[in-house]
């Protein structure tokens, strides 16, 4: 199974910047699709960012398009997730995973997730 290794989590000032990566193990990647999710305590794990891998295409959710950005590096086996004008909304744990399907979405791997944290 791939092991997935979140980084770049912080505490940033709203309007800030961060950007989070997952580096996957393994010699063979080649996933159908990886995804951010985030979560607050009491609340569902959700999707905000998807990338069908082959064809580099991406899908947002609604309250993260246009300020997040989800990105690969397929030599480097790595996915980004470039997040800007940070909200103090968007403070959750956020997870990669490799998805088998996006809608709705079925996991194959989670990571260990990274703490952001958006001050006002």
């Known amino acids: 199974q791939v092991q997935l290794v979140e980084s770049g989590g912080g505490s940033v000032q709203a309007g800030g910047s961060l950007r989070l990566s997952c580096a996957a193990s393994g010699r063979a990647f080649s996933p159908y699709a990886m995804g951010w999710f985030r979560q607050t305590p009491g609340k569902e794990r959700e999707l905000v960012a998807s990338l069908i891998w082959s064809g580099d295409i991406p899908s947002y959710e609604d309250s ?57």
């Open 64 to 120: 993260v398009q246009g300020r997040f950005a989800i990105s690969r590096d397929n030599a480097k086996k790595t996915m980004y997730l470039q997040m800007n004008s940070l909200k103090p909304e968007d403070t959750a744990v956020y997870y990669c995973a490799v998805l088998i399907k996006i809608n709705p979405p079925i996991i194959g791997s989670w990571g260990q997730g990274t703490h952001v944290t958006v001050s006002s």
